[in-house]
């Protein structure tokens, strides 16, 4: 996979966690890149869902944008 595809991936990602918690910002996905920790916890501070309710959606969405890639 090249720079361009992996940045394709990245920009479906962050759609898709915008349009499943619509309160996040662009500036709260940028600065937790690399942290899922953070962001998971973000998400859970914002929307007051168990830690493990957003694990579980997270995930989800990670493995729905991976899948992706067979289509």
């Known amino acids: 996979m090249n720079r361009d595809q992996l940045e394709g991936k990245r920009d479906e990602l962050v759609a898709r966690l915008k349009q499943e918690w619509a309160e996040l910002t662009d500036d709260e996905i940028r600065l937790a890149e690399g942290n899922v920790d953070e962001l998971k916890a973000k998400i859970q501070q914002k929307y007051g869902e168990t ?15 991976k899948n992706n890639d067979a289509a």
Request: aromatic share 6%; no cysteine.
């Open 51 to 65: 830690r493990e309710a957003v694990s579980e959606k997270f995930n989800r969405i990670v493995e729905g944008v």
